[in-house]
């Protein structure tokens, strides 16, 4: 069966298929979106009513990577897709902040968008594609939405822009974003960047929109050899426009009054407020506000929301008194726990997180492993948002998706100022819990985590600060916000997350709820942002102004070893007795790689003694036996003719009766048992078999006196002390007869 598709050119020789009308036709929109051998396919459905007394955007984006997609099996026992992976909760994350803000402000209708990956190409990435295929979807519905909007991805590399990039060039990409737009105007930007300048970072985002006008256009054009469908019908709000409008005319005034107090408390405003339309509700009788207690809070919050807004681009001062650009006071301290290896406490007004930093072996690593990516992960960040930073009660129910986003943010913002694996062999986990909240806590992260990382000894190239900045817009009117609060961020028409160094930018996050948002504006906010950042920074440098020289007592030291690859299986033992036994001896974690030609040996331990204790063993199993030198054994075996002495890790010798003592030795049990220690020094290795001879007292004194005896014969019957007389005649051996040679011999 045929569908309906659009081809479309992205350059470079590179093309977008779009295809809709032939999978999931059940579906109130789906579309398959091919690029090179990946293929997305995104259905959108929706409820055809709301809930009752429901005010906001029910929507659903889940995104899944199918194994079968790359010809994989999933791992786990059960050998299926399950829940979903913090990467593809990721990409959901994105596909959701792009669509959110398009639909119709009163629609409240429940709406699923799923996004599944269906074929996968390694040089291909799917995550740039999904926004493009849920727009799609809803654009050939008939599900309200004010697209199309469209995502790419637009890397930095080598002094030049480049769109849609393969999984190759990702690799040393100085810049890489993905910004959602719709034709007009840019709605979503999250990105990680090596210090790039604010500059580059503006030039990318108008390459970005650039083509994502190109997406847009096509969409439309889908839409239109579809046969563009007559979006619902829709009516999800009861209004009383005589109930609004007695509500702005009786609080607007006292709002804005309240709100230009400029109270820092977030406890105490939000009283103020309560009050505010409390006093209104006392106006009504009790039956009608009970029953339009609904419309009375959706209409107050919205006067609320103008009042506040108004009040701040009149004023230019904000809710808690500051100046648009001016940044809560802050205070952060280090080494506040005593036990972990590295802490810190960052508060920033009434935003404060505790973080900590963990210091583990490769052992520790995170082992990734989706449809489209595989590998390990050594630097981790845990991003924790309990209810009572809010004073909220909230059950722990897992990690949201928030929590993953914003942890996200903050691990990529702090990556790019980790020394290299050579520098820190640490496998590095991060975790900040969030204390208190009222304005961005993913930058507290970020500061936090900085100065944890200081404070247990990584050597990091530099600090690193993150701020929030804010905007609000009306008409020829708007401000650019630095730090901004809670209710800043809700009321406001653009949250942009900004990290970096004093030299450049390290990641972003944007989120822009309005229309028609110029560069100028934009630029305005780096800069603002530009000298927030620094601000952080030097009360950063103030608390800690390097990473300590030394990690701490308690953090467990690594120490690297090389060796020749062919000694792997030796250090490991059979079955890992070797390294198992050595492991249990020192208290040491041993962890070995290879490498080419090497192999890579990682001793992890506290103490001193237990790493230089497994260097010794592993040094005395590389090492070759030399005939002359000196060793510490062990005995390990005890026969009538010697015993058997381990002088390296897994080379036994035999120390023969004769070679113990220069005194006579009639019993070997008399002078050892299994396990004494005794030096010995090699004296000779079997040219035929191998084997090891060793001799103890030859590293002892001669006594005075001493004649030479004839060597006993290991395997002699005679008598003990019966040398033969040699005086007496040998007895003749009888002559034995010759066998006649070959050519002599008759065969049978």
Known sequence: MQGIKKIFDIGDGRTIELETGKLAKQADGSVVVRMGDTMLLATAVAKKTAGENVDFMPLTVDYQEKYASVGRFPGGFFKREARPSEYEILIARLVDRALRPLFPEDFHAEVQVQITLISGDQSTPPDALAALAASAALAVSDIPFNGPVSEVRVIYTDGKFVVSPSLAELENAELDLIVAATADNIMMVEGEMKEVSEEIMLEALKIAHDAIKTHCKAISELEEMVGKKVKREYCHETNDEELKNAIHNAVYQKVYDFAKQGIPNKSIRGEGFAAI???????????????????????????EKEAMRDMVLNERVRLDGRRLDEIRPIWAEVDYLPTPHGSAV????????????????????????????????????????PGFSTGEVKPNRGTSR??????????????????????????????????????????????????????????????????????????????????????????????????????????????????????????????????????????????????????KPHVPRVVKMSIPKEFIGAIIGPGGKIIQEMQKESGAVIVIEEKGEFGIIDIVAVNKESIDSV???????????????????????????????????????????SEIS?????????????????TVRLIEVDKKTGKYKLSHKVLTPKPEGYVERAPRAEHSHRPEGGNRDSSRPRPERPVRAERPAESDQTEN
């Open 277 to 303: 339309k409390q006093e209104f509700i006392d106006t009504l009788s009790p039956e009608e506000a009970k029953e339009k207690s609904f419309l009375i809070s959706k209409y107050f919050h919205d006067v």
């Open 346 to 385: 960052f508060t920033r007004g009434e935003t404060q997180s505790l973080t900590t930093c963990t210091l583990g072996t490769k052992l520790d690593e995170q082992i990734i492993d989706g449809a489209m990516i595989e590998g390990k992960n050594n630097f981790i960040l845990h991003y924790n948002f």
């Open 402 to 551: 928030r929590e993953i986003g914003h942890g996200n943010l903050a691990m990529r913002a702090l990556k790019q100022v980790l020394p290299t694996a050579e520098e820190c062999p640490y496998t590095i986990r991060i975790v900040s819990d969030i204390l208190e909240s009222n304005g961005s806590s993913s930058m507290a992260t970020v500061c936090a985590g900085c100065l944890s990382l200081m404070d247990a000894g990584v050597k990091i190239r530099k600090p690193v600060s993150g701020i929030a900045m804010g905007l609000i817009a009306k008409g020829d009117k708007w401000a650019v916000l630095s730090d901004i609060l809670g209710d800043e961020d809700h009321l406001g028409d653009m949250d942009f997350k900004v990290t970096g160094t004093r030299d450049g930018i390290t990641a972003c996050q944007m989120d822009i709820k309005c229309d028609g948002l110029s560069y100028e504006i934009l630029a305005k906010a780096l800069a603002q942002a530009n000298a927030g950042r620094m601000h952080i920074l030097n009360i950063i440098e103030e608390t800690m102004p390097a990473p300590r020289e030394d990690y």
């Open 615 to 657: 260097i010794a063993k592993i040094n005395g199993i590389i090492a070759v036996p030399e005939i002359g030198e000196e060793y510490e054994g062990t005995v390990k075996n005890l026969q009538t003719f010697g015993a058997f002495v381990e002088f390296l890790p897994g080379k036994d010798g035999l120390l023969h009766v």
């Open 662 to 678: 220069w005194n006579r030795v009639d019993n070997v049990e008399d002078v050892y048992k299994v396990g004494d220690k005794v």
